[in-house]
């Protein structure tokens, strides 16, 4: 059983649309970070939150932390080629960050 | 500064050999974590290493091992491959570790095992 469920596994969106990807667990963490991964590369990290109910913005991305910080949400407004590749969530416990499967992210031009 | 920096960059092995593989972690960085990443389960934690002490391990058979230099580079080992260890292994490292910390990650080695 995954700890940290990524959803949707795979999303194809035009440019200039928006959209929201999840992050869901039945666990509590301590904090939650948001990775972007591109083919080739290792993932680099785009935010972290904290506290609950947290949200944060990075240009046109909005990341939130929920209220019982057991999820999060990804939302990017007017999306583009840019954007593409694999974000991953990633809940930070005692036992160290877990990751989850991520979300396959194209934008076509 | 320069980054994380994983060597080799591609790996190809038969069954049954072992494989070492290199990371150097930023300059000033004493944490040095490892993963596996596949396309079916992700990116799994292997272990993670401080001061040349093993700190962390996740669930992974004694096949997988790893080490921490004096300089805080570190390598990991898998002995007796199986055809299931292809994947891409990542290295991270961040100034002291921690749940909270951000991971700064190398470009990884893609193992393949035939």
């Known amino acids: 059983t995954q700890l940290l469920e990524q959803s949707p596994q795979f999303l194809s969106i035009q440019e200039g649309e928006n ?6 667990s039945s666990s509590v963490f301590s904090s939650l ?3 972007r991964q591109e083919p080739g590369e290792g993932p680099v990290l785009l935010v972290t939150v904290v506290t609950g109910g947290e949200v944060k913005k990075l240009k046109r991305l909005t990341f939130q932390f929920g209220d019982a910080r057991k999820d999060s949400s990804l939302h990017i407004t007017a999306a583009q080629p840019g954007d593409t590749g694999l974000y991953l969530c990633a809940g930070g416990r005692a036992d160290g960050l877990t ?11 | 500064k320069a980054g994380v920096t994983q ?7 038969t069954r049954g050999q072992q494989v070492t593989l290199s990371c150097s972690p930023i300059s000033g960085h004493r944490s040095v974590s490892w993963y596996q990443q596949t ?3 992700g990116l799994q934690f292997l272990f993670e290493y401080f001061s040349e ?14 080490r921490q230099f004096s300089n805080s580079r570190s390598e990991m080992n898998v002995s007796t491959l199986e055809l299931g260890d292809s994947a891409l292994y990542l290295c991270a490292s961040s100034p002291v570790g921690g749940t909270n910390e951000k991971l ?11």
Do not use: E
Request: glycine share 14%; hydrophobic share 30%.
């Open chain 2, 39 to 41: 396309p079916g389960q």
């Open chain 1, 99 to 109: 990751f989850g499967k991520g979300t396959h992210l194209i934008i076509q031009p």
């Open chain 2, 7 to 13: 060597t080799p960059r591609y790996l190809i092995k």
């Open chain 1, 33 to 35: 970070q948001w990775y």
């Open chain 2, 53 to 66: 002490t093993q700190r962390n391990k996740g669930n992974f058979p004694g096949r997988f091992s790893g």
């Open chain 1, 19 to 24: 959209l929201t990807v999840y992050c869901n």
């Open chain 2, 104 to 114: 700064f990650f190398g470009s990884g080695t893609q193992l393949s095992v035939l």
